[in-house]
């Protein structure tokens, strides 16, 4: 396969030359490659089994974590749409976008926003076994055909007028683009920090995946934390907003002795001089 020809997202993680490499790491749990990818099978399985139209949206209010990673992954898999909302919504602005997505199922963990107007289904983020026999072990998904200009995930945005909300479709294709176009901080090899707990970052691993690297996700809101654990898990690329990089440049605690950090990638907005 050309490393330049469009593929969906699942195959980022399907195609990877060495399954036992490192992809993921959250709250100390580490994942492989070969691990998302089977865990990734196991609840889009889960999914399939609901029957659920190909297409169907499948909304969620979870801040990015492994399970909204491997939850997005399912989706794909099931030949569904996620459709990430932010857990600070109000009641009536769920219910605003639920009528304009028509979500089928709604994912959810214990605090997470899920009124029962949004969908008429509601299962965990984690999508546990129906049974505790795991019935749903082994079971193989009936394959469509491939086709890279589906859609993967929808953005609900307000755009620049601030008022009412628009959805934006995204594409495999869209998200996947980054395969085979690596600058020059992006390596195989490269350890990739993000401490950006926002409901949309969970669309952004795909360019981590898409060059085979690994991707730290954190929840740490200080600078201390974030080189501490940059410094631990020798991550060389911080990915966050213009205001991490600033609390980050103005820290005044000294700098691990063994941070191997090479870039700074902000995004959500330019970076005043």
Same mark, same amino acid.
Request: aromatic letters at 6%; proline letters at 10%.
């Given at each position: 396969?050309?490393?330049?020809?469009?593929?969906?997202?699942?195959?980022?993680?399907? #195609?990877?030359?060495?399954?036992?490499?490192?992809?993921?790491?959250?709250?100390?749990?580490? $994942?492989?490659?070969?691990?998302?990818?089977?865990?990734?099978?196991?609840?889009?399985?889960?999914?399939?089994?609901?029957?659920? &139209?190909?297409?169907?949206?499948?909304?969620?209010?979870?801040?990015?974590?492994?399970?909204?990673?491997?939850?997005?992954?399912?989706?794909?898999?099931?030949?569904?749409?996620?459709?990430?909302?932010?857990?600070?919504?109000?009641?009536?602005?769920?219910?605003?976008?639920?009528?304009?997505?028509? &979500?089928?199922?709604?994912?959810?963990?214990?605090?997470?926003?899920?009124?029962?107007?949004?969908? &008429?289904?509601?299962?965990?983020?984690?999508?546990?076994?129906?049974?505790?026999?795991?019935?749903?072990?082994?079971?193989?998904?009936?394959?469509?055909?491939?086709?890279?200009?589906?859609?993967?995930?929808?953005?609900? #945005?307000?755009?620049?007028?601030?008022?009412?909300?628009?959805?934006?479709?995204?594409?495999?294709?869209?998200?996947? $683009?980054?395969?085979?176009? $690596?600058?020059?901080?992006?390596?195989?090899?490269?350890?990739?920090?993000?401490?950006?707990?926002?409901?949309?970052?969970?669309?952004? =691993?795909?360019?981590?995946?898409? =060059?085979?690297?690994?991707?730290?996700?954190?929840?740490?809101?200080?600078?201390?934390?974030?080189?501490?654990?940059?410094?631990?898990? /020798?991550?060389?690329?911080? $990915?966050?907003? &213009?205001?991490? =990089?600033?609390?980050?440049?103005? /820290?005044?605690?000294?700098?691990? /002795?063994?941070?191997?950090?090479?870039?700074?990638?902000?995004?959500?907005?330019?970076?005043?001089?």
């Amino acid at each position: 396969m050309n490393t330049k020809d469009p593929i969906r997202v699942e195959t980022l993680i399907d #195609t990877i030359a060495r399954p036992e490499q490192v992809a993921l790491i959250f709250a100390g749990r580490r $994942w492989s490659y070969g691990e998302l990818r089977a865990e990734s099978e196991r609840r889009a399985a889960v999914l399939a089994a609901l029957q659920l &139209p190909a297409g169907s949206v499948v909304a969620t209010a979870a801040t990015v974590t492994d399970d909204l990673i491997l939850a997005f992954l399912a989706c794909c898999r099931a030949g569904l749409v996620l459709l990430p909302l932010s857990p600070r919504l109000t009641s009536p602005e769920l219910q605003q976008l639920a009528e304009l997505a028509q &979500p089928s199922l709604m994912l959810t963990t214990a605090g997470l926003p899920h009124p029962p107007l949004l969908a &008429p289904l509601v299962r965990p983020l984690a999508l546990p076994n129906e049974t505790s026999s795991g019935s749903y072990g082994g079971r193989r998904l009936s394959r469509s055909p491939v086709n890279v200009e589906a859609p993967a995930a929808i953005r609900a #945005t307000s755009g620049t007028t601030g008022s009412h909300p628009k959805l934006v479709v995204m594409p495999h294709r869209q998200l996947t $683009w980054r395969r085979g176009t $690596w600058a020059w901080w992006e390596t195989p090899a490269g350890v990739y920090y993000l401490p950006l707990p926002h409901h949309l970052a969970v669309l952004d =691993i795909c360019q981590v995946f898409a =060059i085979g690297a690994t991707l730290v996700i954190s929840h740490a809101t200080t600078p201390e934390r974030w080189e501490a654990e940059m410094a631990a898990h /020798a991550v060389t690329a911080f $990915w966050g907003v &213009p205001t991490q =990089i600033h609390l980050l440049a103005q /820290a005044q605690q000294p700098v691990p /002795a063994n941070l191997r950090l090479t870039a700074l990638r902000s995004s959500a907005a330019p970076i005043p001089s």
